[in-house]
């Protein structure tokens, strides 16, 4: 065995236990390359059966367009079952406040959206793509995270997480958040999707698109970003490292068509995968905090 | 190329987390937007070099405080290998977590601090590795840049540590002298060290090898039974699990644990492809001959080496709980997929893990370790660990709370 190999022997692993321990689980699927390789991998885990959990998508309103015709296509062709929460649907029913402001952005609204879908359908665990590379806060985070009834991480009080011995027992309200690929690094991810060919969103790729450089970073000119006279709207070839929502997702230059073009890009490169979220820029505990109260 | 998993354990002042931040920052995994962030965050060590401890403090509390809490993960890779770095506290008040990074590992890097020598802490990191069976020990002498990269000094604090090994029974044991700090023999072997002819932290990492045992009869803990029941696959009924140890392939006579109904593996399949034999690790999907009842927690093992059925095990514990081991009270034993009654109904000994002495008649409380003697409700299926670590070890859950209280590797039959 290899170390992709391994890597895949492992997440398999925990996705069968996963199906092995909790009574309805999810998997919560963004459109993102990770949680692409969820599903393939959960196809390895788990055919010829049918998953033993749906696919869940927190829709933000402010997606990708080609996130969501990629979400569509994937799911006609897995024939699995997708349930989607609506950030708009928080926002109307008065549970969540839209921030204002030049750079408002729906992605910490999205962790209302998200409990209040764990609720509703009582998922006891969920399924994510997180890596332990991608930041410091989740370089931390055992496989299986325990979420107390309010959604919350308490990093000070994780369970000791032991060998391959994953404890799924929860008490009433909690539910698990379970990370599969808690081992691979972007570089992992990307080497994975390329030997199993296996099928990507097409703003992953270098394409033709008008974008805005806001806080000095390259953002999709999209309707919700408050564009107005200060914007210098350009036409550029960008590709996103990273797929969250338009308002927080920043796209780089980058001429990269190809799995090896992209595969060199990232080797070359001096910046993080997470450098091109905004999300993550608030400050220095931004992903700590935002875990605590309920987000991946 | 496989992976390589290893922790590092050190005390407080050691420079653990400076070792670490070192191996990455030199093997360039530390990017410019996260050197930027730990530059703003603005802490210096005293010569005024930026402290790369800062980049395994992932918690605001462990940057506040200035010391590794929790276990971090750290991933980086060369040309030759992937590793995966479990950066663990090294405090007594944080054994629990250690022991948690120690699970997950290969090897361990012990720190021992050039100026202080083999110390409390350096002990009782040892002795957890002896307790774990790590595959292999490497102490690292560091801070030799304070002590003038003086040859004498290390090969003293060798011996010393060579009386430990011999008394603990470590037998793979390699030594390194380092400057984590300066960089000296982390990546580059260093002109400091002209007494110094074996490699570099790094080279050493890329080429470390294990005894691999080969002879280890294979197991397939069922974690999930595959049935599609759909018309064309109506019959399909295959056992998915991940295979431990070697020679798992079609034909074998097996029985299953703990029912001990015996049959034959008619099919192994890896992901939709049929395979003959499987190997190691391997997360796979078997059909047998015959149409028997297996649900999850059972085991299919090989027929000619099938392992232990016993209600009454002695085992080997570390207790991570804040409430003290209590021996009346009915815990969950935890091990691939099983989850029985069990009773810890003796302590036998605790051990004192700073001189490994034994105590008699004390609780087992937060951080012990010591040896038990458990009994379960239902028959548990296992092997010792000492001869098959994957299948010996388990983890003790109260029921109460649903926490992990302890750690388990159970010794013999009671």
Not at chain 1, 69 to 97: F, H, N, P
Not at chain 1, 180 to 195: A, F, G, M
Not at chain 2, 50 to 69: C, M, N, P, S
Not at chain 2, 202 to 221: G, H, K, N
Request: hydrophobic share 40%; with cysteine; aromatic share 8%.
């Amino acid at each position: 065995m290899d170390y992709l190999d391994q890597l895949e022997a492992e997440s398999i692993y925990i996705l069968r236990e996963v199906a092995g321990q909790f009574e309805n689980p999810a998997l919560l699927f963004s459109g993102g390359k990770d949680s692409i390789t969820l599903v393939h991998l959960a196809l390895k885990a788990f055919r010829p059966g049918k998953f033993p959990f749906p696919l869940v998508h927190i829709d933000t309103g402010h997606n990708f367009p080609e996130t969501i015709a990629y979400r569509d296509w994937l799911i006609d062709q897995i024939g699995e079952k997708l349930i989607v929460g609506y950030v708009q649907d928080s926002i109307d029913a008065g549970k969540v406040v839209e921030q204002k402001g030049k750079n408002a952005s729906r992605n910490a609204l999205q962790t209302v959206t998200l409990l209040d879908t764990i609720a509703e359908n009582g998922f006891d665990a969920c399924i994510g793509g997180a890596r332990r590379d991608e930041e410091k806060a989740r370089a931390k985070e055992r496989v299986f995270s325990v979420r107390d009834e309010f959604g919350q991480w308490d990093p000070k009080r994780q369970r000791p997480e032991l060998w391959n011995i994953f404890n799924g027992k929860i008490n009433k309200g909690e539910n698990v958040r379970v990370f599969p690929i808690s081992n691979w690094t972007e570089l992992d991810v990307w080497n994975y999707i390329k030997r199993e060919n296996i099928q990507l969103p097409s703003i992953y790729f270098s394409h033709e698109r008008e974008v805005i450089t806001r806080n000095g970073q390259l953002m999709a000119a999209a309707p919700f970003l408050n564009i107005d006279e200060e914007d210098v709207i350009e036409t550029k070839s960008v590709r996103f490292r990273t797929v969250g929502d338009m308002t927080c997702t920043a796209a780089v230059d980058s001429e990269a068509t190809a799995l090896d073009d992209i595969i060199a890009e990232i080797k070359a490169s001096t910046v993080s995968e997470r450098g091109a979220r905004m999300d993550d820029k608030v400050s220095e505990a931004a992903m700590e905090d935002r875990k605590k109260q309920g987000y991946f | 190329m496989k992976i390589l998993k290893f922790i590092t354990a050190g005390s407080v002042d050691d420079g653990k987390s400076t070792l670490i931040g070192r191996l990455l920052y030199d093997t360039d995994s530390i990017l410019d937007d996260q050197l930027e962030a730990i530059k703003k965050a603005n802490r210096k060590n005293n010569d005024g070099t930026v402290d790369l401890a800062i980049l395994t403090d992932g918690l605001k509390a462990e940057r506040e405080q200035g010391i590794t809490i929790d276990v971090a993960y750290k991933y980086f890779q060369t040309e030759n290998r992937k590793f995966i770095i479990a950066d663990a506290p090294g405090h007594i008040q944080y054994t629990r977590n250690m022991i948690t990074g120690a699970s997950n590992s290969d090897l361990i890097i012990i720190l021992v601090d050039a100026r202080k020598g083999v110390i409390e802490q350096t002990k009782r990191h040892s002795f957890l590795a002896k307790l774990l069976a790590l595959k292999k020990v490497l102490i690292c002498i560091n801070k030799m840049d304070m002590v003038d990269y003086s040859q004498e000094v290390f090969e003293t604090i060798k011996a010393d540590y060579q009386v430990l090994a011999e008394r603990l029974e470590l037998k793979d044991v390699d030594f390194m002298p380092v400057s984590a700090l300066k960089g000296d023999n982390i990546v580059n072997s260093s002109a400091h060290f002209d007494w110094y002819d074996g490699p570099s932290l790094l080279s050493y990492l890329e080429t470390v090898e294990f005894d691999e045992v080969d002879d280890q009869a294979w197991r397939l803990p069922v974690q999930w039974v595959v049935r599609p029941q759909t018309d064309e696959l109506h019959d399909y009924r295959g056992y998915a699990g991940r295979v431990v140890g070697n020679g798992l392939k079609v034909g074998d006579e097996v029985v299953i644990l703990p029912s001990s109904v015996k049959s034959k593996i008619k099919r192994i399949e890896l992901a939709g492809v049929d395979l003959e034999k499987a190997e190691d690790g391997q997360s796979v999907i078997v059909h047998l001959t015959d149409h028997v009842d297996i649900s999850r927690g059972d085991t299919i093992v090989a027929a000619h080496d099938a392992g232990l059925v016993e209600r009454n095990v002695e085992a080997n514990i570390c207790w991570f709980d804040n409430k003290a081991l209590d021996t009346n009270q009915i815990y969950l034993f935890q091990n691939f997929g099983r989850t029985t009654k069990v009773k810890i109904n003796e302590i036998i000994h605790k051990v004192d893990i700073n001189n490994q002495e034994y105590k008699y008649g004390e609780p087992i409380a937060l951080n012990d370790i010591g040896r038990v003697q458990i009994k379960a409700a239902d028959d548990l299926s296992f092997d010792l660990y000492q001869d098959h670590q994957a299948t010996g070890r388990g983890i003790i859950i109260d029921p109460r709370t649903n926490l992990t209280v302890a750690a388990v590797m159970i010794e013999s039959v009671a």
